[in-house]
């Protein structure tokens, strides 16, 4: 039995059990599961070895120098309190860290949203007719406007929310049902994708 063929099979079976959620939570769905965190963990952990820490220390070496050593070693001090907040005596140690970890990853994301999300979005759905324009703006504001609690009690205590609110969810509605059926269609292609690779594959191997 060759590699390929052991590969296929093992990738097979991954790929019933991922599937096998269809009918519930299983064990089979959980040990594949286990095996891709583990697996994806492994490689991380392997990458910071290969990539960074041993690149780190074979610069050290051949450039000894105090800059070096300090740009090096910072961020590994950092990187050893992260740990310590596994350890209950000395999580303190780790808070500084994370701070600064959920600080800088907050900035980072708050500017790639604006950058990379939100603005090129603007300049995509903006159209040449500023009738269009303003009914974009007007039902985005509506949308943004029903997530705020506004709801009046009526004669018989049931709540009303305003009709702005109810045009909002209305919206929501729609989006939701266009990204629920955008997803399901992604699911089938991955699956009809997966059933022609081992067909593929299945085909080689026989020919």
């Given amino acids: 039995m ?17 599937y ?18 583990g697996v994806s963990a492994a490689y991380a952990a392997v990458v910071v ?3 960074l820490l041993l690149p ?16 090096g070693l910072v961020p590994l001090l950092l990187g050893l309190l992260l740990v310590l ?3 209950p005596r000395l999580a303190w140690m780790g808070t500084g860290t994370m701070a600064l970890l959920i600080g800088v990853g907050a900035a980072v994301s708050l500017m790639g949203a604006l950058t990379g999300t939100l603005l090129p979005q603007i ?15 007007l039902l985005t504001a509506v949308t943004l406007l029903t997530f705020t609690f506004s709801a009046k009690a009526k004669n018989n205590s049931e709540w009303k929310r305003p009709w702005w609110q ?3 969810q209305g919206i929501l509605m729609i989006t939701f049902g266009a990204l629920f059926a955008s997803v399901l269609n992604t699911s089938f292609i991955l699956l009809i994708e997966r059933i022609s690779y081992f067909a593929a594959q299945v085909t080689q191997l026989l020919s």
């Fill in 20 to 37: 096998s959620y269809i009918w519930g939570d299983n064990p089979l769905y959980r040990l594949a599961v286990h095996i891709l965190v």
């Fill in 85 to 87: 907040k596994r350890l």
């Fill in 49 to 51: 070895v290969d990539k």
């Fill in 166 to 168: 109810q045009i909002g």
């Fill in 56 to 71: 780190f220390y074979r610069d050290l070496q051949d450039t000894p120098s105090d800059l070096a050593l300090i740009t």
């Fill in 123 to 137: 300049t995509a759905v903006a159209h040449p007719n500023p009738l269009v324009n303003l009914v974009i703006t």
């Fill in 2 to 18: 060759n590699n390929d063929l052991i590969g296929l099979i093992i990738g097979f079976l991954l790929t019933i059990f991922i």
